[in-house]
């Protein structure tokens, strides 16, 4: 069976410092990938997918990126954090879209970032 | 522009009753709906999937609707239990081959 591996849980990270967030994958292989970020009181805001490695597409403009150096690795980055780079951040991976469109989507259990 | 709504007020009920959900969507027409449970500090998982061939999915004491003419999706959970409280999320693909939408989320509180 499959799992996804999201750390580390909690991070708290002053203003200006670097982050990096690990999400891995088993049991599968050529998942797309997602990065989603959470919000106290608003929904889940998609960040980045994968299709493959090497393969990022960017849904909003922001102060983050994402990187896919194994087929089963994404890697969520910042060269310096901002205070609304605070949230809950999601990694989730799915089947690939073209053996069906209705794939669900398996996430992880997320890493609660603080920004002071 | 394409919207997902679902109520934003918690919706509290008493042990064994059932629970209805609802998801409404505007400017666009889902080829299907995606209803998932979020508990809290948790990423959210994967209950039930629904066509818009098909008007209703069941799944234990879960069930869930789709009117595409009401451009709506309601989610019940029969014989509610303690253990159901969570956030209850739904999501459409926009397009084939496309990422999901989410809504926001209800929150179900279900008291014994």
């Known amino acids: 069976s499959q799992t996804i591996h999201q750390w580390p849980a909690t991070l708290v990270q002053p203003v200006g410092s670097p982050l990096s967030l690990e999400c891995t994958v088993e049991?599968?292989?050529?998942?797309?990938l997602y990065w989603y970020r959470q919000a106290a009181g608003r929904g889940l805001q998609l960040l980045f997918y994968?299709?493959?490695?090497?393969?990022i597409s960017s849904e909003v403009p922001q102060n983050l990126s994402a990187s896919r150096p194994q087929d089963r690795q994404f890697i969520l980055s910042s060269k310096k954090l901002l205070l609304s780079d605070s949230g809950f951040y999601l990694c989730?991976?799915?089947?690939?879209?073209?053996?069906?469109?209705?794939?669900?989507?398996?996430f992880g259990d997320g890493t609660r970032l603080s920004i002071l | 522009s394409q919207k997902i709504e679902q109520n934003s007020e918690a919706l509290n009920i008493q042990e064994g009753k059932t629970a209805t959900l609802t998801c409404n969507y505007t400017?666009?027409?889902?080829?299907?709906l995606q209803w998932y449970r979020q508990d809290p500090g948790r990423g959210p998982v994967f209950l039930l999937l629904?066509?818009?061939?098909?008007k209703e999915k069941r799944k234990e004491r879960l069930k869930v609707t789709f009117d595409t003419t009401l451009k709506q999706s309601l989610f019940h959970i029969t014989a509610s239990q303690p253990a159901d409280s969570a956030t209850y999320l739904c999501?459409?693909?926009?397009?084939?081959?496309?990422?999901?939408?989410f809504g926001k989320g209800t929150m179900l509180l279900v008291s014994p």
């Open positions: 629904i066509r818009e061939n098909e």
């Open positions: 400017n666009y027409s889902p080829a299907y």
């Open positions: 049991g599968t292989s050529n998942p797309n």
């Open positions: 994968s299709v493959g490695i090497g393969q």
């Open positions: 989730a991976w799915s089947f690939t879209l073209d053996r069906d469109s209705n794939q669900p989507q398996h």
């Open positions: 999501a459409f693909r926009k397009r084939r081959y496309s990422t999901l939408t």
